[in-house]
């Protein structure tokens, strides 16, 4: 099974990002733009411009992993940027 530990950290970048970048990229913005070291082992959640979409990098010791959530109807609620 693929799937955090039982202790993780949840960062949440507020500013929505290009919903183009993959596991890679996002990875990238982890380090430069929030200071972090993307195989700390925590979540990190990223926003499209529209609410609707979320995508999720963290390092599960063995590669990145990337989820990508789309909602059909309804928007996430998220921090004030």
């Known amino acids: 099974m ?4 039982s202790a993780v950290r949840v960062m949440v970048a ?6 183009r970048k ?3 990229g996002l ?7 929030m200071q972090a070291d993307p195989f700390d082992g925590a979540i990190y959640v990223f926003r499209a411009k529209r609410a ?3 995508k999720l990098v963290f390092w599960d010791g063995t590669g ?4 990508a ?5 309804g928007r996430f609620q ?4």
């Open 27 to 33: 990875a990238a913005l982890v380090r430069e733009i």
């Open 2 to 5: 693929i799937g955090p530990t």
């Open 22 to 24: 993959g596991a890679e």
């Open 69 to 73: 959530k789309r909602l059909e109807d």
């Open 14 to 19: 507020t500013k929505a990002v290009d919903f």
């Open 52 to 54: 609707d979409r979320a």
């Open 78 to 81: 998220w921090p004030k940027i």
């Open 64 to 67: 990145v992993c990337l989820f």
